[in-house]
């Protein structure tokens, strides 16, 4: 499978613990997003990379994460001090350049309780 | 980005063909539209994109408007797995893809 993969796909953790999804895109692909998605709404755009450089970080990204991506290949996302509005699934995607079709993942669901 | 304004849902008939619209009345001459899809539990998937001319391709055709104002999603024959939620993205510059909350399609048997 050539694809975006995540893992895990589900995390049940309690509240104040730490977490660390991953995302492993699509091998060529130069640009990485992170996206933020709850139930009944949209996918939120949280961050992008371009190779290994990250470039723009959304409002929504609070102090309590932070996204790497080593050696431009696959990213993580962590989250720090978990808080029950922290509940969502975290999508990853890429592609190859802007302007081109985004490949998605199929998520990581983050339940804190 | 331009903002979109999408009906929040739709019905159709299996084998149908379905027409969904787009509004992007503050669209610039760079941003380029695009149309996801998100079926149950799964992520999104690229549907189709395009800038000025219409678009078609394997899964769907886009008509883009003249003054490219707004633009509609054509599904030729609607089948059960196209039930899903589908996202218009009207962005240039960086691209960024933003959604929505999208239309939701309904299709029945």
């Known amino acids: 499978d050539t694809g975006v993969s995540q893992d895990p796909r589900h995390k049940i953790t309690k509240r104040g613990q730490n977490v660390t999804f991953r995302c492993d895109p699509i091998?060529?692909?130069?640009?990485l997003y992170w996206y933020r998605q709850t139930l009944g709404q949209g996918p939120e755009f949280l961050t992008y990379?371009?190779?290994?450089?990250?470039?723009?970080k959304s409002r929504l990204l609070s102090d309590r994460f932070s996204a790497e991506r080593p050696k431009g290949s696959f990213s993580t996302l962590e989250i720090q001090r978990t808080e029950q509005g922290d509940s969502a699934m975290y999508l990853c995607?890429?592609?190859?350049?802007?302007?081109?079709?985004?490949?998605f993942g199929q998520g990581t669901r983050l339940t804190v309780v | 980005d331009a903002k979109t304004t999408q009906p929040n849902s739709m019905e159709s008939n299996e084998e149908e063909p379905v027409h969904l619209p787009c509004n992007h009345s503050?669209?610039?001459?760079?941003?380029?539209i695009h149309w996801y899809r998100q079926l149950p539990s799964q992520g999104p998937e690229y549907v189709i994109h395009?800038?000025?001319s219409n678009v078609n391709n394997r899964m769907a055709s886009l008509a883009i408007a003249e003054d490219r104002k707004s633009s509609t999603l054509i599904l030729h024959r609607a089948t059960l797995r196209d039930a899903a939620v589908y996202y218009c993205?009207?962005?240039?510059?960086?691209?960024?893809?933003?959604f929505g909350r999208g239309t939701s399609l309904i299709v029945h048997p």
């Open positions: 995607a890429s592609s190859l350049r802007a302007n081109t079709e985004a490949f």
């Open positions: 091998s060529e692909h130069n640009r």
């Open positions: 990379f371009q190779n290994e450089a990250q470039l723009e």
């Open positions: 503050t669209i610039s001459g760079t941003d380029y």
């Open positions: 395009g800038l000025t």
């Open positions: 993205i009207a962005s240039g510059g960086s691209y960024i893809p933003t």
